[in-house]
Structures are given as structure tokens and as C-alpha cells.
């Protein structure tokens, strides 16, 4: 059984993951109308990533007897001034989301539940991987710089980059 105060931050992290999918999404879609295929696609598969993240939690919460509920979301942005931004924004995303999960993991140990301790150690993991790539992504689009040529191929690079393992 989830403590209230175990229950309400694993919540917050279903409307987090769930923000974090429909964010993605929108730079899914504006990647499509500029004609970035690749981008378009690592976000597209990002988006349905996180809302993968989103229903595990899900399932869990209500599993250990408590409610998960479904948020409500904020309309995320519908254009990006550039690459470069967008991937700063997935980072800044990122690095927000775990911090989060290190909140949740803190309350975990406040409240002597192991068994959310555990179950949200494979979060853990999930976001040191996601930061990584975001950071990887942005260095080379640093290299890149106004390069046309460069900004081809690294399209056509992201198509095979996978935003998560799983
Ligand atoms: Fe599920 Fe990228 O945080």
C-alpha cells in the first residue's frame, strides 16, 4: 500500500511524463513541416517513449492500491526558433524530469517505501540516458553550426538514435 504522500509525488511524475510526451510531440509535428524527416521521427518515437514512462507509472500506482489520475496538460509551444533550441529545450526537459524523479526517490526513503524505492531505480537509470543523448545530440549540432550539408546528413543520422532503450 502507497503512503498519501508517495501516492500524490508519483502523481506529479505521471504529469510530468505525460507533459514530457505531448512537448515532444509538438516538436515532432514542427520538425514534419520543416522538412526534417529524422528529427521528426526521433521525436515522434521520444513522445510515445514518454508516454510509455507515463503508463508504467500508471499501472504501478494503482496496482499498490492507490489512484493514478489522469492530468490535464498545457499546450506546449507550436514553433521552434531552431535545432539547436529545440534539443537545448529537450535537455533542460530532461534535467528538470530528473530531479523530479530524485524528489520522488527522497520521498521514498522518507517514508520507508523500498518497494517504490526500487521500482523507480529503472527511472533513474532511464534518465541519465536520456540526458546523455540530449547532450550528445547538442555538441554535434554545436559542430554542425550553419552548415547545410551538415545539417543533411545529421538528419539523416538522428533516424537511426533511439531516445530510450526500451
Ligand atoms: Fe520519461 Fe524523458 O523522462
Known amino acids: 500500500m502507497l503512503t498519501k504522500k508517495v501516492e500524490k509525488a508519483l502523481n506529479k511524475q505521471v504529469e510530468l511524463e ?11 509535428s514542427w520538425a514534419e513541416t520543416k522538412g526534417l524527416e ?13 508516454r ?7 499501472k504501478y ?6 489512484h493514478a489520475i489522469v492530468p490535464s496538460l ?8 531552431c535545432l539547436s533550441h529545440v534539443f537545448q529545450d ?6 528538470m524530469v530528473s530531479k523530479e524523479i530524485n524528489t520522488v526517490v527522497d520521498i521514498c526513503l522518507k517514508d520507508k517505501d523500498y518497494t517504490t524505492h526500487n ?16 547532450r550528445h545530440i547538442l555538441d ?8 547545410k550539408g551538415g545539417l543533411y546528413l545529421f538528419d539523416r543520422d538522428i533516424m537511426s538514435m533511439n531516445p530510450a532503450k526500451n
Open 119 to 134: 521500482f523507480m531505480q529503472w527511472y533513474v537509470a532511464e534518465q541519465i540516458e536520456e540526458e546523455a543523448l540530449a
Open 18 to 28: 505525460a507533459n514530457a510526451s505531448q512537448f515532444y510531440l509538438a516538436m515532432a
Open 52 to 58: 510509455e514512462h507515463m503508463l508504467k507509472l500508471i
Open 61 to 66: 500506482i494503482n496496482e499498490r492500491g492507490g
Open 140 to 147: 554535434k549540432l554545436k559542430l554542425i553550426g550553419d552548415d
Open 90 to 95: 529537450l535537455l533542460d526537459h530532461e534535467v
Open 74 to 81: 498545457p499546450k506546449p509551444p507550436k514553433v521552434f526558433d
Open 38 to 50: 529524422g528529427v521528426s521521427s526521433f521525436f515522434y518515437r521520444h513522445s510515445d517513449e514518454e
